[in-house]
């Protein structure tokens, strides 16, 4: 696997309902990150895994929000009670975290989420 | 606090025409800057990153970049457009905890 990987790549899903989204970083990076586009507009920050802690959850939009990573690998986003404001396209990325604010991180392709 | 300001949502050129793409940034902190390109349903790809190595920084694709502090500026540029340019480019700050601060990002179209 050469680069990150998300799971599913789009989303259909009605209001009220859970979903899951998942992102497989790239092997050996330490960092993870989640990002939410929304249409017409830049990516927002949600949540920073370091291993398998979150220091920074600081863009996690309401408690309807949570995620978790499984050690240095898998992390899965969940939003719970889905809502017409969440359909966006939801990024993944990771880095090695050699040198930390000057990292380059890789992103994966993204799980557009729609909310009808 | 940082934050980063694209101006011009849409830039259009034509082929072998100059690309140039704004961005400004402001930041609490020596910045690091990313320019970042992403192409219709794929995720984002590196152009180039200024780490205080150098002013002027070159990246993939022919694109460069120049970080000017008295402007607060740090512009993306391409001699001669091509037609495989055209996507939406998106300027970062990285913050204090290192997750990228993004603008709003510049379409770029580039007529035959």
């Known amino acids: 696997g050469a680069g990150v990987s998300q799971s599913p790549s789009n989303k259909v899903t009605e209001k009220g309902k859970d979903v899951e989204l998942r992102c497989d970083p790239i092997?050996?990076?330490?960092?993870l990150y989640w990002y939410r586009q929304r249409l017409g507009q830049g990516l927002e920050f949600l949540i920073y895994f370091q291993g398998n802690s979150a220091p920074d959850k600081s863009g996690l939009p309401s408690d309807r929000f949570s995620a978790e990573r499984t050690g240095e690998s898998v992390s899965t986003l969940t939003i719970q009670r889905t809502q017409q404001e969440d359909s966006a396209v939801y990024l993944c990325a990771s880095s090695q975290r050699t040198s930390g604010r000057t990292d380059t991180q890789y992103f994966g392709p993204g799980t557009r989420l729609t909310v009808l | 606090a940082q934050s980063v300001t694209q101006l011009g949502s849409h830039v259009s050129v034509s082929e072998g025409a100059l690309v140039l793409l704004r961005c400004n940034y402001s930041?609490?902190?020596?910045?690091?800057l990313f320019w970042y390109v992403q192409y219709p349903n794929q995720g984002l790809q590196l152009l180039l990153k200024?780490?205080?190595?150098?002013?002027l920084v070159k990246g993939i694709n022919g694109f460069e970049a120049e970080f000017k502090k008295s402007e607060t500026s740090f512009h993306l540029t391409k001699p001669s457009a091509h037609m495989s340019d055209a996507a939406e480019y998106f300027c970062?700050?990285?913050?204090?905890?290192?997750?990228?601060?993004f603008g709003t990002g510049t379409r770029l179209q580039v007529f035959p």
């Open positions: 970062a700050v990285s913050d204090l905890t290192d997750k990228l601060i």
């Open positions: 200024y780490t205080s190595a150098a002013t």
């Open positions: 930041s609490s902190v020596p910045p690091y």
């Open positions: 092997s050996g990076h330490t960092a």
